[in-house]
């Protein structure tokens, strides 16, 4: 049976001061993941809230949803936007994606 179990043999010492050199490279993936995709996206989300908590009466937006119209009230949690004449429809603040330049949705 000694065929399925393969003999363990003792190794030889390693370098004195491998424990830095071992987790080296795990540090350094890590740094670069942090700043490939975690940093930008930290700053994509600040940047929306700061959006998002600028939005006033008249400002054009466009949804998450593809929903472009102009504001015309704004609460806590939603805002009111007119999307056709006589037609209005209260929206998440947070699914606002974009705010277009003035007279954007006129020139439609």
């Known amino acids: 049976m000694d065929f399925f179990i393969s003999p363990a043999y003792a ?4 370098p004195a001061g491998g424990g830095l050199f071992t987790f080296l490279p795990l540090i350094l993936m890590f740094a670069v ?3 490939l995709f975690i940093r930008p996206q930290q700053k994509r989300v600040k940047e929306h809230a700061a959006m998002v908590g600028a939005l006033k009466k008249g400002d054009e937006v466009v949804t ?7 504001v015309t009230q704004v609460h806590d ?7 056709a004449e006589n037609v209005e429809v209260n929206v998440q603040k ?3 994606a974009t705010l277009l330049p ?3 949705l006129k020139n439609l």
Do not use: C, N
């Open 11 to 14: 190794q030889a010492a390693g």
């Open 102 to 104: 003035k007279s954007t």
């Open 64 to 70: 998450t949803g593809g929903l472009g119209g102009t």
């Open 33 to 35: 993941m942090y700043f």
């Open 94 to 96: 947070q699914a606002v």
């Open 77 to 83: 949690a939603f805002l009111t936007m007119r999307v």
